[in-house]
């Protein structure tokens, strides 16, 4: 279904973010018959360069990380016809009056700050300022939400004076997610899995994320930021909650919104034995991490593994297991319910303990799997294997429709839908903040190294130990 008319401002239009994700993104929907009609999409920026320039860099950036839809040649040549270009200095005066020539006021307006967060401010101002804003405008802005609470409290309060809550839209891409949606779809769209949902019947949660590719061009940023403020605090805790919230009341904004920050505010505080972290080694002709980021001394990680405790009726007694890392042995996202034994072998003890599991893949080869405990075929005693349930969504689906569009393609779409539903509030991140702080104070107050890993490896051994002195193993990264 095409979305309203609007107009929308990407500030950082010539940045890497807009070239590799927000406009290949709007260029899809576009292909898709969402986008249509009387449209603007401006680029502003400090680069000097008029609209012409401005749709050669953004073809350029559609070929490359356009996917198939790259192709299109028709629909690329109007696609760029609503393109415009603004160059502007979000500090000063340079543009603004000419941005604001552009803007029609008979639409949804959106502004999308793709810029170092301490342009927000500027920005938000000037957009007043030049009568750009209004009760119906939209913000929406790129993690890093601020660096720590105070930051992120500081950043909430500047956005907070020029517009309100319901204006802005806090981006976590991992929301977006085809797979990451459709983990309410599976908790509670069905009636199988969620009256087992809890502490009685789930031993413990592995939630992964690992990453085969290092820093890469991104070293400056990393280098000061490290996995628990760029995934931790973020993503691997959007997924935490999504897994353990409380079922809301309906599928709306501030409904999921609520059981979110309840389960954050639930969370236990780690205690550093129970955090493990790395920093990868070269090898394989791969620079290691010092190298990367060129700097020999430094102390970030690349790899946080943490067990993490949820003190509420539904979860106490059972630890939420998270890792994540650059360089790993595959790119490879799953999140995996792990339930206890049957209470009861009525096989013996020739028949060995098996327990279900339920897998969701998140990437690749998105999909559910669910464990179940078999007979062993053959005429021999009654001896139980385990074996998967498999489905991945590609067959299941067929591939036409399991051709999931790229996280930024629903999430821009929500901006102009009015859809909060999948955006972080304010007083979320606050409190992912607040729960990840004091593990980073500790190990800034320590000074010592993260522990080394190999490349292409499943992380550092004490990661490994982490499930080990309960009893319980991670899950191989495949
Ligand atoms: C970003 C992080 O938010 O997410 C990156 O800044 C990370 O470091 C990326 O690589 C992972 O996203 P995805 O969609 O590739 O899993």
Redesign the pocket.
Known sequence: IPVDPFDLVVFGGTGDLARRKILPALFRRYVAGQIEGDVRLIGAARSEMDATAYREMVREAILEFGGDEAGRKTELAAFLKMLDYVTLDAKGTQGWADLAAKMRTDRICAFYFSVAPSLFGDLAKRLHKHGMADDESRIVVE??FGRDLETARALNRTLARHFHEGQIYRI???LG?ETVQNLMAIRFGNVLFEPLWNSQYVDHIQIT?A?S?G?GG?GD??DS?G?MR??VQ??MMQLLCLIAMEPPAKFEPDAVRDEKLKVIRALDPVEPENVVRGQYEGGDAQPGYRAQVENADSLTESFVALKAHISNWRWAGTPFYLRTG?RLKE?A?EIAVMFKDAPHSIFGADAGRHHNILTIR??PNEGIELGVTIKEPGPGGMRLIDVPLDMTFAEALGPEEADFPD?YERLIMDVIRGNQTLFMRGDEVEAAWAWTDPVIAEWDAQSDAPLPYASGSSGPDDALMLMHRDGRRWREIR
């Open positions: 993690k890093p976590d891409h991992y997610k994320v990453e590719v820093v991104r940023y990393y930021s996995a760029d995934m973020n993503h650059k790119r996202s998140l990437q996280a």
